[in-house]
């Protein structure tokens, strides 16, 4: 038995205003990945172990297969599609901490572990060791040790704090 589609769904999307007809048992990461085509989001283990479908919902990281679309109604939403560079086509300073350090294998826990870390930098810009474990305890990688992935949130806050704003990558973190 299908569900009626009469329930309106407004979210800001990587910036850009959404609204769809969805059915109310639908979650977030079904409006993402199907409804929106942002496929960069992964669903894995569906019950918020992996956080392979971590996104930011105002600001702070969520595992999307847990979060019903009802609930974030009205929110801005940030998903690995909504990262880049000073430019669209340009790799966000974390993202390209990654490729250089190493911090991902076959990249399917990637872009969970990219928000999760932006949402980490953004509230400590220099993370310590005890942060950033704690700042990435909700994401599993079962290609390799974290090692690289370490390094690579390290290295981006080190990037970040010198060039780049945390959020979208247009405002520098010394206009903050």
């Known amino acids: 038995m299908s569900e009626p589609l009469e329930n309106l769904w407004a979210a ?3 910036g850009e ?3 769809l007809q969805i059915a109310q048992s639908t979650r977030l990461v079904d409006v993402l990945r199907t409804h929106l085509n942002l496929t960069g989001t992964k669903v894995s283990c569906e019950v918020g172990r ?3 479908c971590m996104v930011l919902m105002d600001g702070e990281p969520v595992n999307s297969c847990l979060v019903m679309a009802y609930q974030c109604v009205g929110s801005e939403i940030t998903t690995i599609e909504g990262l880049h560079g000073e430019k669209e086509d340009e790799l966000h300073p974390i993202q390209q901490a990654f490729v250089e350090e190493g911090g991902f294998q076959c990249g399917y826990c990637t872009p969970g572990m990219v928000i999760s870390t932006k949402a980490l930098l953004d509230r ?3 993370p310590s060791q005890e942060q950033i474990e704690t700042g990435l305890c909700g994401n599993l990688c079962r ?3 974290y090692g690289g992935i370490i390094r690579a949130v ?3 806050g080190e990037n970040c704090v010198s060039s780049f704003t945390l959020i979208t990558g247009e405002k520098k973190v010394n206009d903050l």
């Open 12 to 14: 800001v999307v990587n």
């Open 124 to 126: 400590y810009p220099q």
């Open 143 to 145: 290609c390799t040790g």
């Open 154 to 156: 390290r290295t981006a």
């Open 50 to 52: 992996c956080g392979a």
């Open 17 to 19: 205003e959404r609204k």
